[in-house]
């Protein structure tokens, strides 16, 4: 199967039909009496002629050459690559929610409204924060969000000299790319060993330009920052707002809440956390929650509740504006609504003791095999390293990994670690998934010693072999010739 590489062209077969329908009822009219000549083809389009069981092979045996959830274990750090229940894609998909329209009169969509206003609520409860908007379309887009909500606040004080970001070297990539898209400047401090923010380090930067501190809890090596309470008083202290990225929210979720932690404002990933497929690209939606010092600047349009009727309200002065169109991505945010409904509260803290569970299980059993970067528990992802060989670095292991039906976990990231391989098993995942992927690990580690040439040499298995990856990555090839 995996060596089918056809298009559906070149299976097709002159006078072969994919269909049968019954015999007209009313007569066949020459098409140049219903559409205009000059809207008709002169020549015949090329399409394929394939039987209706050619098809349905063809793009059966397309699909299986997918990975996915759907057919395997994904442990993906840093991304939360976990089953969603397919019930909220079946409500995602209803006609009665995939056909209505942004510019509906308000009085016809309050069920909408409704879902909107209770899914903000919900956010908020979780994460302790006082509101949430619902705009931003991803996670860095909620980071950019959320910076102009600090920047907005520090300007309608006066302090226009507040212009510096703290940002932790454990930080995800889009961190310091969204301090400086809002005009803001990045101050980057080193962690511990211990994979913690160095407080001493980070009191030399606090002074009156200090905007705010961006902080990952639990960290991209998956360490929840033992001195938060600590770091928030010396931020707020200095005058800054500390924000929180929350892209981690499934380790934490009915354990601890970051408006607690003493975060002002944050983004959440609803696309990692709350039941959207994530990968390829979207469609997710990063919402923004924040404490009411910064409900002035939130994006425009509000929703707000009055008298039993639900209404945008966009007469909001000091709102930073619009920061999508419309009012963010619905058909996300409903599949957010209704995991949030059907979990529960007890469901999803259920879910975070699950995910942390199921990382220390792999960390403790891969340890033993594997150099680990911080040796301690972790929360949902923990981080492994390159193990000491001459020739055989982390990527060969990753691509090892695909061979035996795995996609590799992240790899070479979070940049402070060398050779690093980022693992997050996840709640969903079983003892038995988990156990298998473990074998496997210990036994590439031994083939590392004694046969190293198929650690090397890999992927074997699969369609594409070991790939090129600079000329890959330049000298793209999207179309196909035949």
Known sequence: MKEYNKLIFEISKKGRCGYALPELEVDNSPLDLIIPKNLLKTRDVKLPEVSENGVIRHYTR???KNFGLDTGFYPLGSCTMKYNPKINEVIARNPKMVNLHPYQPEESVQGALEMMHEAAEHLAEISGMDQVSLQPAAGSHGEMAGLMLIKAYHEKNGDFKRKNIIVPDSAHGTNPSSVQIVGLNVIEIKSTPEGDVDIEVLKEHLNDELAGF???NPSTLG???KNIEKISTLIHEAGGLLYYDGANMNAIMGKARPGDMGFDVMHFNLHKTFSTPHGGGGPGAGPIGFKSKLADF?????IEKMNNKYRLNYDRPDSIGKVRSFYGNYGVILRAYAYILTMGGSGLETASETAVLNANYMMARLKEHYPVAVDKVCKHEFILTEP???KITTLDIAKR???????PPTIYFPLIIKGAMMIEPTETESKE???EFIETMINIRKEMEENPEAVLSAPGNTLIKRVDEGKAARDIVVTHSW
């Open 214 to 216: 961006m902080l990952t």
């Open 223 to 225: 360490i929840f920052e």
């Open 401 to 407: 990994l695909l061979d035996f039906g795995y996609h």
């Open 388 to 390: 000491a060989h001459e």
């Open 62 to 64: 397309l699909s299986n």
């Open 298 to 302: 939130q994006p425009v349009p509000v």
């Open 433 to 435: 998934t988990m156990d």
